[in-house]
């Protein structure tokens, strides 16, 4: 049996994130850029090893600077640990996810989608709200402060994850919501990261 097919009032899980999957890709393709690294279904640990380090090596050999590779790098681990971390799992029990990474000669993008629970919105959309609010010292200074006064969730998080995520990418993180049923929902997030001329 296939739960995601079977749950009464749950939108097919598949369907879900072959949508969000697409949506990246149209995007990518409106951009004129190049789809470097992919992913499209449930998400382990050692798939997530794997995306950062294919992603870091498709990067390398498209000759973009080598400090632009350790910023994808290094926010890539960010979203995908962060996933791992606070992402939902969906009634099958796996943790579902869609990841693009594309590059124009500008910029390198980040599209992606994870389940979360309804009652997390407000939560998630004030923290991405005020990080996108402060400006480079002020995002620095929050991050100082949460290392200093946060406390550690059960899931070890401090809540430095969004502040960390605008910090690396030194742009606004864009997000959307949409609804899957009246407890879970997906978390979209665009992020980007200039390549130095």
Same mark, same amino acid.
Request: hydrophobic share 35%; glycine share 6%; proline share 1%.
């Given at each position: 049996?296939?739960? @995601?097919?079977?749950?009464?009032? !749950?939108?097919?899980?598949?369907?879900?994130?072959?949508?969000?999957?697409? =949506?990246?890709?149209?995007?990518?393709?409106?951009?004129?850029?190049? #789809?470097?690294?992919? !992913?499209?279904?449930?998400? @382990?640990?050692?798939?997530?090893?794997?995306?950062?380090?294919?992603?870091?090596?498709?990067?390398?050999?498209?000759?973009? =600077?080598?400090?632009?590779?350790?910023?994808?790098?290094?926010?890539? #681990?960010?979203?995908?640990?962060?996933?791992?971390?606070?992402?939902?799992?969906?009634?099958? =029990? *796996?943790?579902?996810?869609?990841?693009?990474?594309?590059?124009?000669?500008?910029?390198? !993008?980040?599209?992606?989608?994870?389940?979360?629970?309804?009652? !997390?919105? @407000?939560?998630?959309?004030?923290?991405?709200? *005020?990080?996108?609010?402060?400006?480079?010292?002020?995002?620095?200074?929050?991050?100082?402060?949460?290392?200093?006064?946060?406390?550690?969730?059960?899931?070890?998080?401090?809540?430095?994850?969004?502040?960390?995520?605008?910090?690396?990418?030194?742009?606004?993180?864009?997000? $959307?919501? @949409?609804?899957? $049923?009246?407890?879970?929902?997906?978390? *979209?997030?665009?992020?980007?990261?200039?390549?130095?001329?």
């Amino acid at each position: 049996m296939i739960i @995601s097919k079977i749950v009464s009032g !749950h939108r097919n899980i598949e369907e879900v994130f072959q949508d969000a999957f697409e =949506q990246g890709k149209l995007r990518a393709e409106e951009l004129s850029s190049n #789809v470097i690294s992919e !992913h499209f279904g449930p998400l @382990s640990r050692e798939r997530l090893d794997e995306l950062v380090f294919s992603a870091e090596a498709q990067l390398r050999e498209k000759n973009v =600077q080598k400090r632009t590779v350790k910023a994808v790098f290094s926010l890539l #681990v960010e979203i995908l640990q962060n996933i791992r971390l606070h992402g939902e799992f969906y009634y099958d =029990q *796996k943790q579902w996810c869609c990841y693009l990474l594309y590059c124009t000669n500008s910029q390198v !993008h980040i599209h992606i989608t994870n389940l979360t629970k309804k009652s !997390h919105e @407000s939560r998630i959309r004030s923290k991405i709200d *005020k990080v996108n609010r402060l400006n480079e010292e002020e995002l620095k200074d929050l991050y100082m402060q949460i290392l200093t006064d946060g406390k550690i969730s059960k899931k070890g998080g401090a809540g430095l994850g969004f502040v960390t995520m605008a910090t690396k990418s030194c742009h606004k993180i864009n997000y $959307d919501f @949409s609804d899957i $049923d009246g407890n879970l929902s997906t978390l *979209k997030l665009w992020l980007k990261i200039d390549i130095p001329e």
